[in-house]
C-alpha cells in the first residue's frame, strides 16, 4: 500500500490531486493548516486527515509523527501548500518565502526517517515555470509578464531545494514540477488557468513513479524545463 502525504490539500490542485491518487489506490493524507477544512476535504474524498501548518515546526513534526504511529512509513510526498502575494513588501516577502520555501525544509526534514522505510521513496515539489530566469526573461513566454516578485523568487528557491535535496538523498527521488497555469482562488485575480483536473493529472504522473523514475529535475507535462 503506497502511503501520501499532500500538503494543502484541502482544496484546488492539492485537493484534485489527493482525490486522484486515491483512484489508484494510493492511502492519501491530506494535509490542511485549518482542521474544519481539512477534516471536511478529508472526509468528501474518502481520505485521512492530518493538521499541518508547514509555517510551523510543531505542527509538522505533530502530523509527521501521527503518519509514523498510522502507517510506520511514508512512499511519497507532495509539497503543495503554497501562497500567492502580490505585495512586495517585508512581511509580505517573510509570508511567502516562509510558507513556499522554508515550509518544504521544514516537512522534508520531518518526513525523511519515513521516506527511507519507503521502497520507492518520492518527493514532488510543486513549483512554477515563474521561478524559470529561462522563462521570466523570455518575451515569448507568459511569464515574462507576470507581476509576481515574490512568488517568482520563492518558486526559484523551491526548485533549488529539490535539486540539492535530490543530491543529498540519492536514495529518494525529488523532483519539481510545474503543473500548469490553473483556476483556482490564489489566481482568481488573474482570470487565468485551466481546470484543476488537468494540472492534477501532471502532479498524479510525478507521484506515481516507478524506482527507476528521475531525480534532481525540473519539468513541466512537455519535458524539463529551462531553469
Given at each position: 500500500?503506497?502511503?501520501?502525504?499532500?500538503?494543502?490539500?484541502?482544496k484546488?490542485?492539492?485537493?484534485?490531486?489527493?482525490?486522484?491518487?486515491?483512484e489508484?489506490?494510493?492511502?492519501?493524507?491530506?494535509?490542511?493548516?485549518?482542521?474544519?477544512?481539512?477534516?471536511r476535504?478529508?472526509?468528501?474524498?474518502?481520505?485521512?486527515?492530518?493538521?499541518?501548518?508547514?509555517?510551523?515546526?510543531?505542527?509538522?513534526?505533530?502530523?509527521?509523527?501521527?503518519?509514523?504511529?498510522?502507517?510506520?512509513?511514508?512512499?511519497?510526498?507532495?509539497?503543495?501548500?503554497?501562497?500567492?502575494?502580490?505585495?512586495?513588501?517585508?512581511?509580505?516577502?517573510?509570508?511567502?518565502f516562509?510558507?513556499?520555501?522554508?515550509?518544504?525544509?521544514?516537512?522534508?526534514?520531518?518526513?525523511?526517517?519515513?521516506?527511507r522505510?519507503?521502497?520507492?521513496?518520492?518527493?514532488?515539489?510543486?513549483?512554477?515555470?515563474?521561478?524559470?530566469?529561462?522563462?521570466?526573461?523570455?518575451?515569448?513566454?507568459p511569464?515574462?509578464?507576470?507581476?509576481?516578485?515574490?512568488?517568482?523568487?520563492?518558486?526559484?528557491?523551491?526548485?533549488?531545494?529539490?535539486?540539492?535535496?535530490?543530491?543529498?538523498q540519492?536514495?529518494?527521488?525529488?523532483?519539481?514540477?510545474?503543473p500548469?497555469?490553473?483556476?483556482?482562488?490564489?489566481?482568481?485575480?488573474?482570470?487565468?488557468?485551466?481546470?484543476?483536473?488537468?494540472?492534477?493529472?501532471?502532479?498524479?504522473?510525478?507521484?506515481?513513479?516507478?524506482?527507476?523514475?528521475?531525480?534532481?529535475?525540473?519539468?513541466?507535462?512537455?519535458?524539463?524545463?529551462?531553469?
Amino acid at each position: 500500500m503506497t502511503v501520501t502525504l499532500i500538503t494543502g490539500a484541502n482544496k484546488g490542485i492539492g485537493f484534485e490531486s489527493a482525490r486522484q491518487l486515491l483512484e489508484v489506490g494510493h492511502t492519501v493524507y491530506v494535509g490542511a493548516r485549518d482542521i474544519e477544512r481539512g477534516e471536511r476535504a478529508a472526509a468528501t474524498l474518502g481520505a485521512r486527515f492530518v493538521q499541518l501548518d508547514v509555517t510551523d515546526d510543531a505542527s509538522v513534526s505533530s502530523a509527521l509523527a501521527a503518519i509514523n504511529a498510522a502507517e510506520g512509513h511514508l512512499d511519497v510526498l507532495v509539497h503543495n501548500a503554497g501562497v500567492l502575494d502580490t505585495a512586495l513588501d517585508g512581511p509580505a516577502a517573510l509570508r511567502s518565502f516562509d510558507t513556499n520555501v522554508v515550509g518544504i525544509v521544514r516537512v522534508t526534514e520531518a518526513a525523511l526517517p519515513l521516506l527511507r522505510r519507503s521502497s520507492n521513496p518520492n518527493v514532488v515539489t510543486i513549483s512554477s515555470s515563474a521561478g524559470s530566469f529561462w522563462a521570466v526573461n523570455n518575451p515569448e513566454r507568459p511569464e515574462f509578464r507576470l507581476p509576481l516578485a515574490l512568488y517568482s523568487a520563492s518558486k526559484t528557491a523551491a526548485t533549488m531545494l529539490t535539486v540539492q535535496y535530490a543530491k543529498a538523498q540519492p536514495g529518494i527521488k525529488f523532483n519539481a514540477i510545474e503543473p500548469g497555469t490553473t483556476a483556482t482562488d490564489m489566481t482568481a485575480a488573474f482570470g487565468i488557468g485551466r481546470s484543476v483536473e488537468e494540472s492534477a493529472r501532471i502532479v498524479v504522473r510525478w507521484a506515481t513513479l516507478g524506482v527507476d523514475g528521475p531525480t534532481g529535475t525540473f519539468q513541466d507535462e512537455a519535458g524539463e524545463l529551462g531553469w
